[in-house]
Nanobody, 117 residues
Framework: VQLVESGGGFVQAGGSLRLSCAAS????????MGWYRQAPGKQREFVAS???????DYSDSVEGRFTISRDNRKNTLVLQMNGLTPEDTAVYYC????????????WGQGTQVTVSS
């Protein structure tokens, strides 16, 4: 199973972007999907996640501006990003992870998001 992100790009501060992540095959049950990002010179950080049951979690920096959603039938993940700021500039990665045995983890290749001031 591979994850492929799309939807990144260049936007002015205050604008919006919608990122998508598509899995090439079915995901194991109880797999959490999420978004992470890595800015130049910084470590990769958590952005948002959603469990297979629809429970969401957000980092404090994006809470209230970003919305994560998934379609379990289509094995897709979406991150709607509103109110973007230059601090949101990063490469955004999709992740699928199952922590319980048998474990499972996949990362996408990343998509660039650039926000100008």
């Amino acid at each position: 199973v591979q994850l492929v992100e799309s939807g990144g790009g260049f936007v002015q501060a205050g604008g919006s972007l919608r990122l998508s992540c598509a899995a090439s095959g079915s995901l194991p049950g109880a797999t959490t999907m999420g978004w992470y990002r890595q800015a130049p010179g910084k470590q990769r950080e958590f952005v948002a996640s959603v469990t297979s049951g629809g429970i969401t979690d957000y980092s404090d920096s994006v809470e209230g501006r970003f919305t994560i959603s998934r379609d379990n039938r289509k094995n897709t993940l979406v991150l709607q990003m509103n109110g973007l700021t230059p601090e949101d500039t990063a490469v955004y990665y999709c992740r699928a992870r199952r922590a319980h045995t048998p474990t499972f983890e996949r990362w996408g290749q990343g998509t660039q998001v650039t926000v100008s001031s």
